[in-house]
């Protein structure tokens, strides 16, 4: 394994809904995902997350288990709903006061807090709200984020020094508002957009809110995926850059360029040159989005490759499998190079504009059972893990400032449409006993982070 250079981070990541539980306790209100989780048919085998890993109650047991493995920083999520249990209004203190708990026992544990203000778990009472088009559809929802952020920032921000607004906003996009394969369930296709404008939105007045708070190191998580062109004919590689203009480039542009990326193949008009083409936009929007950032945060799987469209599709693109590359459980490909295309790509495309990047989710499933002796061998995910901090390292020598690498996850969770069943974890859970086993994977990267230190 390369050197990296001194002072890199090392971390794990997980969010508040796929860990928590205790969807009730100390006045949490209800957020989409448990009106999502409660509908028949949309979750896989019918699980649900009311207990999760039980991290509400069993949080100190996991500060352990990171002391453990001696990360510098652990990216969690905070749960809207606990705070503002209706999304609007004044702070539910004993919400902030478990992630008050928590923050001192990692800081306590010598492991940095990195806070993420949304992974995808809205106040239903938004959702539902009677006076507009509702969740993120809702111009005001950007507002409402803001005010949470500052409330979130006004308690814990003496302490948390690294915040992300917004997790994967594509991804909350496209399976929330466009496919509804996530919460809420809408099936929008392409009038999703207006959610996509409306999260960058709240990025932007949520990191004014963040620094007048004092917050010393804000960013925003996106996923990125190469876009892989089926072959080298035209209409592939036109596919391809539709893909990335609609995954990176709505989702990045704005964020550092101050415009959206040119949307005319969506028959949407060039709306790089003309945001007017996109009616939701209104004036000052675009800076308002384009707050400087101290970070981009980068949450990388797989490449994407991508094929022209059948005739009469949605979307001008196809998304097609690759040959022979070995696959995860989820049947996502693993394609380590596209770590570092996507650390390189982002450097060369953006710049001067380009803030440090930091890895904020890497890693994979596979659901190992233990041996004879309790022990669980995951030595596929040692594999998954080893090659991607290597094609980092590529990265680096190519000249992409990274500063961190997070896991994804520090414990096998719920993986919202899948239920309990894609493992991610480097520590298994046991869903009846909620015991915690390290595994294989847990004490390699136990050792990788001490031979770096
Ligand atoms: C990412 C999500 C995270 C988890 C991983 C597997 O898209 O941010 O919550 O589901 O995928």
Same mark, same amino acid.
């Given at each position: 394994?390369?050197?990296?250079?001194?002072?890199?981070?090392?971390?794990?990541?997980?969010?508040?809904?796929?860990?928590?539980?205790?969807?009730?306790?100390?006045?949490?209100?209800?957020?989409?995902?448990?009106?999502?989780?409660?509908?028949?048919?949309?979750?896989?085998?019918?699980?649900?997350?009311?207990?999760?890993?039980?991290?509400?109650?069993?949080?100190?047991?996991?500060?352990?288990?990171?002391?453990?493995?001696?990360?510098?920083?652990?990216?969690?999520?905070?749960?809207?709903?606990?705070?503002?249990?209706?999304?609007?209004?004044?702070?539910?203190?004993?919400?902030?006061?478990?992630?008050?708990?928590?923050?001192?026992?990692?800081?306590?544990?010598?492991?940095?807090?990195?806070?993420?203000?949304? %992974?995808?778990? !809205?106040?239903? /009472? @938004?959702?539902?709200? #009677?006076? =507009?088009?509702?969740?993120? *559809? $809702?111009?005001?929802? &950007?507002?409402?984020?803001?005010?949470?952020?500052?409330?979130?920032?006004?308690?814990?921000?003496?302490?948390?020094?690294?915040?992300?607004?917004?997790?994967?906003?594509?991804? %909350?996009?496209? !399976?929330?508002? /466009? @496919?509804?394969?996530? #919460?809420? =369930?809408?099936?929008?296709? *392409? $009038?999703?957009?207006? &959610?996509?404008?409306?999260?960058?939105?709240?990025?932007?007045?949520?990191?004014?809110?963040?620094?007048?708070?004092?917050?010393?190191?804000?960013?925003?998580?996106?996923?990125?995926?190469?876009?892989?062109?089926?072959?080298?004919?035209?209409?592939?590689?036109?596919?391809?850059?539709?893909? $990335?203009?609609?995954?990176?480039?709505?989702?990045?542009?704005?964020?550092?360029?101050?415009?959206?990326?040119?949307?005319?193949?969506?028959?949407?008009?060039?709306?790089?040159?003309?945001?007017?083409?996109?009616?939701?936009?209104?004036?000052?929007?675009?800076?308002?989005?384009?707050?400087?950032?101290?970070?981009?945060?980068?949450?990388?799987?797989?490449?994407?490759?991508?094929?022209?469209?059948?005739?009469?599709?949605?979307?001008?693109?196809?998304?097609?499998?690759?040959?022979?590359?070995?696959?995860?459980?989820?049947?996502?490909?693993?394609?380590?190079?596209?770590?570092?295309?996507?650390?390189?790509?982002?450097?060369?495309?953006?710049?001067?504009?380009?803030?440090?990047?930091?890895?904020?989710?890497?890693?994979?499933?596979?659901?190992?059972?233990?041996?004879?002796?309790?022990?669980?061998?995951?030595?596929?995910?040692?594999?998954?893990?080893?090659?991607?901090?290597?094609?980092?390292?590529?990265?680096?020598?190519?000249?992409?400032?990274?500063?961190?690498?997070?896991?994804?996850?520090?414990?096998?969770?719920?993986?919202?449409?899948?239920?309990?069943?894609?493992?991610?974890?480097?520590?298994?859970?046991?869903?009846?006993?909620?015991?915690?086993?390290?595994?294989?994977?847990?004490?390699?990267?136990?050792?990788?982070?001490?031979?770096?230190?």
């Amino acid at each position: 394994m390369p050197r990296l250079p001194e002072g890199f981070a090392w971390g794990v990541a997980t969010s508040a809904f796929q860990i928590e539980g205790a969807p009730d306790e100390d006045g949490r209100g209800p957020s989409v995902w448990d009106a999502f989780v409660d509908t028949p048919g949309k979750i896989r085998d019918g699980h649900t997350a009311r207990t999760a890993c039980d991290h509400y109650r069993r949080y100190p047991e996991d500060v352990a288990l990171m002391k453990d493995l001696g990360v510098d920083y652990y990216r969690f999520s905070v749960s809207w709903p606990r705070v503002q249990p209706t999304g609007t209004g004044p702070a539910n203190a004993p919400g902030l006061d478990f992630y008050e708990r928590l923050v001192d026992a990692l800081l306590e544990a010598g492991v940095k807090p990195m806070a993420t203000l949304y %992974h995808w778990d !809205l106040p239903l /009472a @938004l959702e539902d709200d #009677a006076d =507009g088009p509702g969740g993120w *559809l $809702d111009r005001d929802t &950007a507002h409402r984020f803001a005010e949470y952020a500052r409330l979130v920032a006004e308690r814990l921000g003496d302490r948390v020094d690294h915040w992300i607004t917004l997790n994967e906003p594509f991804e %909350h996009m496209a !399976l929330g508002y /466009a @496919l509804g394969e996530h #919460a809420p =369930g809408r099936t929008l296709l *392409l $009038d999703a957009l207006p &959610a996509a404008h409306h999260q960058l939105l709240g990025h932007g007045l949520a990191t004014a809110a963040l620094r007048a708070a004092g917050a010393g190191h804000v960013m925003l998580t996106n996923s990125y995926t190469p876009a892989v062109p089926f072959s080298g004919n035209e209409s592939d590689l036109a596919a391809a850059s539709a893909y $990335d203009a609609l995954h990176r480039g709505v989702f990045t542009d704005p964020v550092l360029l101050g415009r959206y990326p040119d949307l005319s193949a969506y028959g949407l008009g060039d709306t790089a040159a003309d945001p007017s083409a996109l009616p939701f936009v209104k004036d000052g929007d675009l800076a308002a989005i384009a707050q400087p950032l101290d970070g981009l945060g980068v949450n990388y799987y797989n490449p994407t490759r991508l094929a022209a469209p059948a005739p009469e599709t949605v979307f001008p693109f196809d998304i097609a499998e690759f040959d022979h590359a070995p696959t995860t459980d989820f049947d996502w490909p693993v394609i380590p190079s596209g770590l570092t295309q996507t650390l390189v790509d982002l450097t060369r495309d953006y710049g001067e504009a380009l803030p440090p990047l930091w890895v904020t989710e890497n890693g994979c499933s596979y659901d190992v059972a233990p041996g004879p002796d309790g022990a669980i061998d995951d030595h596929q995910r040692i594999d998954f893990l080893d090659a991607h901090v290597r094609a980092l390292a590529d990265a680096l020598d190519q000249g992409a400032d990274v500063r961190g690498y997070l896991v994804w996850s520090l414990l096998d969770n719920f993986e919202w449409a899948e239920g309990r069943h894609q493992k991610f974890g480097l520590v298994d859970v046991d869903e009846q006993t909620q015991d915690r086993t390290p595994k294989a994977s847990y004490h390699w990267y136990r050792s990788l982070i001490a031979d770096q230190a």
